[in-house]
Structures are given as C-alpha cells and as structure tokens.
Nanobody, 120 residues
Framework: QVQLVESGGGLVQAGGSLRLSCAAS??????MGWFRQAPGKEREFVAA????????DYADSVKGRFTISRDNAKNTVYLQMNSLRAEDTAVYYC???????????????WGQGTQVTVSS
C-alpha cells in the first residue's frame, strides 16, 4: 500500500514562489505526477517525473515556471513553483503511476491535496 502526503501549500502573492512536497510511504520507484483542480474545473495535469528523475514532463501552462524533482532516498517528490499567477490557484495533488504519464487514469494512488492560493 502506498500513501502520499502533500505539504507546502499556502497563500502567496502573484509573482511569488512555493515549493510543494509529496512524502510517500511504500514502493515509489515509479512515475510520480502533480495534478491540480480549481473550483468548478476538472483536474488537470501539471507535471510528471519518471522513477529515476531523469525524465520530466510539464503542462504548457507551467513550463518554464514549475520544476518537478524527486529524492528517492527520502521517498519525496517536489514541485517548485515560481512566478505564480492567480490562475495557478487550485488544490494540488500528487499521485503515483507505473510510468510517466499525463493521463490521471494511469495513476493508482493519490494524496489528499494541498491548497495553493495566489492573490493578484
């Protein structure tokens, strides 16, 4: 059984930065991803990383501003978010997949989410 716990969310002004963490228990040598869901909207892909950290993928809306990374020794995945915008406001979820993917259906374990609010 894999458990994922996100942390690091909060309130930040536009242009600011936050770093989200996702601590995992159980086997995590697999793809990991970050998704987000804003009120009234569907959950959307943000970023993903493969098991080694050597391959990453980003949504166009965050490319160049967000960086996903992982520390397998700590069983933790990170999402560094810079140049935040009001439209980045959402609940952010980390999830585990068998491989790097943009499709939420391929992720079989999800965290409870952490709120990120960007004030303009």
């Amino acid at each position: 059984q894999v458990q994922l716990v996100e942390s690091g969310g909060g309130l930040v002004q536009a242009g600011g930065s936050l770093r989200l963490s996702c601590a995992a228990s159980g086997r995590t040598f697999s793809g990991m991803g970050w998704f987000r869901q804003a009120p009234g909207k569907e959950r959307e892909f943000v970023a993903a990383v493969n098991w080694s950290g050597g391959t990453t993928d980003y949504a166009d809306s965050v490319k160049g501003r967000f960086t996903i990374s992982r520390d397998n020794a700590k069983n933790t995945v990170y999402l560094q978010m810079n140049s935040l915008r009001a439209e980045d406001t959402a609940v952010y979820y980390c999830a585990r997949s068998l491989y790097i993917s943009r499709d939420p259906a391929t992720y079989n374990y999800w965290g409870q989410g952490t709120q990120v609010t960007v004030s303009s």
